[in-house]
């Protein structure tokens, strides 16, 4: 597609369900990355997938968020027994793979925006 | 570990003044750098970003960013700010593991 597609783009759950958050990268780009961002703060690393290769997942802040990616297609964020502490918007990104490591340029969805009651 | 930090949690200047972001960052090889913008209800935008060569980069909008290997700095700059600047800026570096990692933003005012 001509961008990066997320839905929902807004979401509101009740504490304890599980929620899925999708993305829709831009066709050709082989670099998937998930991030989060809670009201007034930064842009915090979730995840990131590279073609093939096993995902980095270093910053997935507990057992319970999960995602998943099916070759250089679409992926799937999963939350479980979602929490209040869950609430904020999570920003998905994918890029061409790059030239050289680290110089990837990120193009940004625009976000889902999850609420935990 | 790659970090970023940006001091200034919010800044205020007039239409028409000069603009100044401040980003330090960590980490231990050569930096691929960026700045984003987020406006209002939008989506993050790269205003531009530095690579390799010229330590004085250009990007959109008619900002600048320099890249100070010695201070560990790539402040942002814009000669005259216009209102339609006010939103929030994102530093951000990369390395080897193609790892984007953010600073925690500086939120910009424009006052008439």
């Known amino acids: 597609g001509a961008g990066v597609s997320q839905s929902p783009s807004n979401k509101v759950t009740e504490k304890g369900k599980d929620v899925e958050l999708r993305c829709d990268p831009i066709?050709?780009?082989?670099?998937l990355y998930w991030y989060r961002q809670r009201l007034g703060q930064g842009l915090e690393f979730l995840i990131y997938?590279?073609?093939?290769?096993?995902?980095?997942k270093s910053g997935l802040p507990s057992d319970r968020f999960s995602a998943e990616r099916t070759g250089e297609s679409v992926s799937t964020l999963t939350i479980q027994r979602t929490q209040q502490e869950d609430s904020a918007v999570y920003l998905c990104?994918?890029?061409?793979?790059?030239?050289?490591?680290?110089?990837?340029?990120?193009?940004f969805g625009a976000g889902s925006r999850l609420t935990v009651l | 570990a790659q970090s970023v930090t940006q001091p200034d949690i919010h800044i205020t200047v007039s239409e028409g003044a000069s603009l100044e972001l401040r980003c330090n960052y960590s980490?231990?090889?050569?930096?691929?750098l960026f700045w984003y913008v987020q406006s209002p209800g939008q989506g993050l935008q790269l205003l531009l970003k530095?690579?390799?060569?010229?330590?004085l980069v250009q990007g959109i909008k008619g900002f600048e960013a320099e890249f100070k290997r010695s201070q560990s700095s790539f402040n942002l700059r814009k000669p005259s700010v216009h209102w339609s600047d006010a939103a929030e800026y994102f530093c951000?570096?990369?390395?080897?593991?193609?790892?984007?990692?953010f600073g925690t933003g500086t939120l910009l005012a424009v006052q008439p």
């Open positions: 990104a994918s890029s061409e793979r790059p030239k050289s490591s680290g110089a990837n340029v990120l193009t």
């Open positions: 066709s050709g780009h082989t670099a």
């Open positions: 997938f590279q073609g093939n290769s096993a995902p980095d």
């Open positions: 980490y231990g090889a050569t930096p691929y």
């Open positions: 530095y690579f390799s060569g010229d330590t």
């Open positions: 951000a570096v990369s390395g080897a593991t193609n790892k984007l990692i």
